[in-house]
């Protein structure tokens, strides 16, 4: 689709859904030149047929960005990755999670938090809130690796092991 044909939609939309176009005060998109352009993209069509629609670049798309920049600098990737793959591991087993409890009932029994968030990869407020409730959780979620270091399944235990020296090395410590 062009911008031109975007806009439309949105505006048939609107007279659709009976929103009138008298109360569009702004709009926010993503900065890709479909959406943001000022000569062929939706902004632009928009604002002629409702002048008083300023455009403004969408706050949390931008923030969304910049995080995503700040990821390619290695202590911080490294470190949200180390995360990542202790909630998986926890997360792909009851054993595993059932454990986890056991250790923050434990070890931070003053937590309403009794799970780990998988990290989404597109959107920081999830990962924001998935490394809230892991800082929140790290004692026990490190005491919850020892522990399974010692179980049974060899892969368990090594990746335990593993995850365990990982989250003792990281800045969330």
């Given at each position: 689709m062009t911008g031109k044909e975007l806009s439309t939609s949105i505006l048939q939309l609107?007279?659709?859904?009976?929103?009138?176009?008298?109360?569009?005060?702004?709009?926010?998109?993503?900065?890709?030149?479909?959406?943001?352009?000022?000569f062929n993209g939706v902004q632009q069509y928009i604002r002629e047929a409702v002048p008083h629609a300023l455009y403004m670049d969408c706050a949390s798309h931008s923030l969304n960005l910049a995080v995503g920049s700040s990821c390619k600098i290695v202590s911080i990737r490294n470190c949200i990755g180390t995360v990542s793959s202790v909630i998986t591991f926890f997360r792909a087993s009851s054993q595993r999670t059932k454990t986890l409890i056991g250790?923050?009932?434990?070890?931070?029994?003053?937590?309403?938090?009794?799970?780990?968030?998988k990290m989404c990869e597109t959107l920081w407020v999830d990962q924001h809130e998935s490394l809230i409730r892991f800082k929140e959780l790290h004692k026990a979620i490190y005491y919850a690796l020892n522990k399974l270091e010692e179980c049974s399944n060899i892969e368990t235990s090594l990746t335990a092991f593993q995850l365990s020296i990982s989250i003792n090395n990281s800045v969330l410590s």
């Amino acid at each position: 689709m062009t911008g031109k044909e975007l806009s439309t939609s949105i505006l048939q939309l609107l007279e659709k859904f009976g929103l009138e176009k008298k109360f569009l005060a702004g709009q926010g998109y993503d900065g890709a030149a479909l959406m943001s352009g000022q000569f062929n993209g939706v902004q632009q069509y928009i604002r002629e047929a409702v002048p008083h629609a300023l455009y403004m670049d969408c706050a949390s798309h931008s923030l969304n960005l910049a995080v995503g920049s700040s990821c390619k600098i290695v202590s911080i990737r490294n470190c949200i990755g180390t995360v990542s793959s202790v909630i998986t591991f926890f997360r792909a087993s009851s054993q595993r999670t059932k454990t986890l409890i056991g250790c923050i009932n434990k070890y931070v029994p003053q937590s309403r938090t009794k799970t780990l968030i998988k990290m989404c990869e597109t959107l920081w407020v999830d990962q924001h809130e998935s490394l809230i409730r892991f800082k929140e959780l790290h004692k026990a979620i490190y005491y919850a690796l020892n522990k399974l270091e010692e179980c049974s399944n060899i892969e368990t235990s090594l990746t335990a092991f593993q995850l365990s020296i990982s989250i003792n090395n990281s800045v969330l410590s």
